[in-house]
């Protein structure tokens, strides 16, 4: 008998960085794009699979910036048949979360959806383009990545928890060069996908 989802321990694995992952990006943004419909405005690359020479989780962050939500919310089912699970806010008011995982229990992709300009969207954007730019902060985010991942090979949240603070830290010094206003982030919930960023698609 198979094991459900749910009881599946996601094996914390980081690899290094893979050159196809901006390709499975652009093939996987046209499929979103098509989805969701014209209130698409652009879509970006996240996360670490999107930042040249860093380790990363093999799964590709998808951020989508809307003209508003409610189109979003109507094309649930239509994420659905590309293999989505809609799960809402998950913590982050203001957000549309959705995942791709195989019958394996393995996480292929994850889709943030924001309206246009929302602070969470300068922060991701921003704190992609610093790593890009600054290799010696990058480096140093994917070395403690590659630690945490065989300190807690089975324990993704003891793995999340341990990036937070390094993250925070690079993400203020992301916002002050991009001179983005630093504007309170929302507490993160225990349980959630790496929100940094990087690669960049407009509609």
Sequence with gaps: MGMARSDMVRQVVVVPHDP???TEFMVEADRV???IGPAVVNIHHIGSTAIPGIHAKPII?????VIELPPVDAAKFSMAA???EALGEFGLPGRRYFQKTLATGDRTHHVH???VSTPEVDRHLAFRDYLIAHPTSARQ???LKQQLAQAHPTDIESYMDGKHGLIRQLERAALQ????PVRPRPTRPSRSSSSTTA???SI
């Excluded at 962050?61 to 910036?65: F, I, K, Q, R």
């Excluded at 060069?177 to 983005?180: C, N, T």
Aim: aromatic share 18%; hydrophobic share 35%; net charge negative.
């Design 33 to 35: 794009e098509q989805a």
């Design 177 to 180: 060069w991009r001179k983005v």
């Design 20 to 22: 196809h992952w901006k």
């Design 199 to 201: 690669g960049h698609r």
């Design 141 to 143: 985010y994917s070395d």
């Design 61 to 65: 962050d998808l951020l989508v910036e």
């Design 82 to 84: 590309l293999g989505y």
């Design 113 to 115: 959806v924001f309206e």
